[in-house]
């Protein structure tokens, strides 16, 4: 069995919910780490940037208490999304406020810098760097990640092209460190064959949006319930960099999904108001499928566990 750094080695279910662009905010993280997986929100979320402190202090003294009233059942740690890219003028602030709170996991993404990751390590933190290939895998770990997030053909929000199974397998090759896999995870199951395929955790944002806890448009969430795979648009049109969307939310801006033109990769835009991504075209992964209703967070990842000790039997007795 590998060695995790701690708190990855004490994770009460091999979850991480990905950081979900305006919709995760302190009460999705806090009801994401209660019911057992690892919460997480984008720093960005927070606006202006001064409310980034409150709502870590919302996020800490939540836990702190939830974690004195239930001393059997700890809530699972919580990580913060660092957009790693040039365009993002606020990282030296968010990050310090990290460091001053002592965020348990930092999640980066669209670049990998060594001193952010020096200042996660300041602390005892573990800095988990998403990547779409090998070669990016690579410059992660060499410039001090602890671990990657393998975002995989699928996954909702900016992701990449290749097969789970070719991504996975290339990076446990070389890597035998912590590693999340990203792409159609929304089913007990999926989060078992995630496991099964040399990830250590399943990395899930879709199923976490159509949640009452998620800061998104009634619309959105039932959007995702009576959709499927078939109604996901690979494209860079809308930030520069690309993803996959719901094509109804597309057409309701006017677009044709099936004739999309490309955009220029260079003014990459993350949710400004020139694309209005993703406030008005809405990210998503293909797993949507397994989402049937609206429910609580509680609810999902009680879902997910009761599906996934179904999925551990079924092997077992086929052993």
Known sequence: MRHLPPPLNALPFPVIGSPLFIISTPKLVLAQCTSGVVGAMPALNARPAEQLEDWLIEITEGLKAHNA??????????????IVHKSNERLEHDMALCVNYKVPIIISSLGAREDINAAAHSYGGVVLHDVINNRHAHKAIEKGADGLI??????????????????????????????????????????????????????????????????????????????????????????????????????????????????????????????????????????????????????????????????????????
Request: hydrophobic share 45%.
């Open 69 to 82: 009233a239930h001393p059997e059942q700890p809530a699972a740690p919580f990580a913060i999304n660092q």
């Open 150 to 319: 393998a975002v995989a053909a699928g996954a909702g929000g900016h992701a990449g092209v290749k097969s789970p199974f070719a991504l996975v397998q290339e990076i446990r090759q070389w890597f035998d460190g912590p590693l999340a896999l990203s792409g159609s995870i929304a089913s007990g199951g999926a989060i078992l064959a995630a496991q099964a395929m040399g990830a250590d955790f399943a990395y899930i944002g879709s199923a976490f949006i159509a949640t009452h806890e998620a800061r998104a448009a009634e619309a959105y969430k039932q959007a995702i319930v009576d959709s499927n795979s078939d109604d996901i648009v690979y494209s860079n049109l809308f930030t520069g960099v690309h993803g996959n969307y719901l094509a109804p939310s597309i057409r309701a801006a006017g677009l044709d999904p099936q004739h999309l033109p490309e955009s220029d990769p260079s003014k990459m835009n993350f949710g400004g108001d020139k694309s209005k991504a993703w406030k008005d075209i809405w990210g998503c992964g293909q797993g949507i499928g397994a989402i049937t209703q609206v429910q609580s967070t509680a609810e999902l990842v009680a879902r997910l566990k009761a599906e996934y000790a179904l999925a551990r039997n079924r092997l077992c007795n086929l052993a």
